[in-house]
């Protein structure tokens, strides 16, 4: 691969070996993740709305031309090395829970059957307090939560050496658990492991993945809204564990309409009265978020979106008091081929209102599918180049990205966007593009 000729600021290790991507969740999105990327492997497809794929990034001034794909640069691993693992409740191969979750028509998933059949779900770590909807027996038994724990970090042990993986990274895919505050039990490792031991209930499967890969040296990437691998004491562990984590929630429908509109009214100075938006979506995930709790965990996730982009508090004649109403709706016969509509009340000159509408058609397993493969391959490259901890140049991935405490999170999707390529600049000893640009004009 032709990897950029720059010398790193920091030294990166080669993409050398195998790397196993394992999710948590074999469910529509991690189904449909591992049937793209198989056909692109085998030349069917092209890797649309990836960037790790298909982005190029600016080096240097305008007048150089220099502008590589990302791929290229960056020194990232190939999608020829990858390996896929999984763990879920619900026994079915990929091939089957793709053939249920219903996104990819048959011939897509006929020509990539055998690969597909070949990924059997480990048992997994469920409790169905945490996730209501969803019943299954392919589970791990165990005394206590660390027990449990300690049998995936077994799983990734195994998984390693079964495939022969120089390195492993996860990517949590499975559904959105009940609301949990966080609390003492999350604040420092020592009260978070003793917790484990008495099966604590703000203990929740989803903590216990995120801990067993970072004990396992792994990068844990979160696309649901739950806690998780957000709380001080799995940043703690991540740090002293030099891990690369990041969350939370895929920022993929509506949210992410939102941060493209979004930041256009507050760079134009237009005001906002209400922004009111809806889903219609019927596919497992509707079911699952159909249950208030695990509702409530999403709601907190896109609501908190246009607050920190608008800044109300900093522009109170413009963003004071907007209400801002998300709602989804369970419709089944519209399967994983979401709905969304978004009415949004602004205010122009003169205090004269207007109104935005937005009717997104969307198929949300194909908007996701692409993330999940941009943060297994981001996540592993920032781990060979020595980053840990939160990594908020992902946050361009999630709807309600981590930060560090006391900082608040961006989520302007082009602010992001800079963001992550001006870190792959830095990474890779290239200059940060300001986009000053007197220089061109200098007489
Ligand atoms: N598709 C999108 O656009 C999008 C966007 C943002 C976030 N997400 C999130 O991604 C996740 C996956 O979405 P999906 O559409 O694939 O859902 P899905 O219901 O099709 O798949 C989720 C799978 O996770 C499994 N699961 C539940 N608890 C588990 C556990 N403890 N361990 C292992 N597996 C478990 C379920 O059995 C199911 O097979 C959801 O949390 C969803 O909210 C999706």
């Not at 990539?112 to 996730?131: E, K, N, Q, T």
């Not at 791990?140 to 079964?162: C, N, P, S, V």
């Not at 979160?222 to 691998?229: D, E, F």
């Amino acid at each position: 691969m032709p990897f950029s000729t720059a010398m790193p600021r920091v030294s990166i290790r080669r993409p050398e070996g195998r790397l196993g991507v394992l999710t948590p969740g074999l469910g529509a999105v991690a189904t449909t993740f591992m049937a793209g990327a198989e056909s692109i492997r085998r030349g069917y497809t092209q890797p649309i709305g990836s960037l790790t794929q298909m982005a190029t990034i600016r080096l240097g001034k305008r007048t150089e031309q220099r502008s590589p794909l990302i791929r290229d640069f960056a020194p990232l691993a190939g999608l020829d090395d990858l390996v896929f693992g999984a763990w879920d409740p619900i026994p079915d191969d990929a091939y089957t829970a793709a053939k249920k979750a219903g996104v990819l028509v048959e011939r897509d998933l006929e020509a990539v059957g055998d690969f597909l059949r070949g990924i059997r779900p480990m048992p997994a770590v469920f409790d169905s307090r945490y996730v209501t909807r969803i019943t299954g027996e392919n589970v791990k038994l165990g005394k206590t939560k660390r027990d449990l724990a300690e049998q995936l970090r077994q799983d990734i042990r195994d998984f390693r050496a079964r495939n022969g993986c120089d390195r492993v990274v996860m990517v949590w895919c499975a559904s959105t658990e009940t609301y949990i505050k966080p609390g003492p039990q999350h604040a420092t490792i020592e009260q978070f492991e003793r917790a484990m031991e008495r099966n604590d209930d703000a203990i929740a499967p989803s903590m216990l993945y995120a801990w067993a890969a970072i004990m396992e040296g792994v990068p844990f990437a979160n696309g649901a809204p739950n806690l998780c691998v957000d709380t001080p004491a799995l940043i703690d562990l991540a740090n002293q564990r030099a891990v690369p984590i990041s969350g939370k929630d895929f920022k993929t429908g509506q949210t992410w309409m939102k941060t493209v509109i979004a930041p256009g009214l507050k760079a134009r100075m237009l005001g906002l009265a209400g922004w009111y938006s809806t889903n219609i979506l019927g596919n497992r995930d509707g079911e699952v978020l159909d249950d208030p709790a695990s509702f409530k965990t999403k709601e907190e996730s896109k609501l908190s979106v246009l607050h920190t982009i608008l800044q109300p508090e900093m522009y109170p004649a413009l963003y004071r008091d907007f209400s801002h109403v998300v709602r989804i709706n369970y419709y089944p016969p519209r399967g994983d081929n979401k709905e969304g509509w978004d009415n949004i009340d602004i205010i122009g000159w003169m205090g004269y209102p207007m109104q935005i509408k937005v009717n997104f058609l969307c198929r949300d397993s194909i908007l996701a599918a692409p993330l999940v493969l941009d943060l297994a391959l981001f996540s592993d490259f920032a781990q060979r180049a020595g980053m840990k901890g939160i990594q908020e140049w992902l946050s361009f991935y999630y709807k309600s990205p981590m930060a560090a405490a006391g900082l608040q999170p961006e989520h302007d999707l082009f602010i992001q966007q800079t963001k992550l390529k001006n870190t792959l600049r830095h990474l890779m000893g290239e200059e940060q593009i300001t986009h000053l640009g007197l220089e061109y004009y200098a007489s």
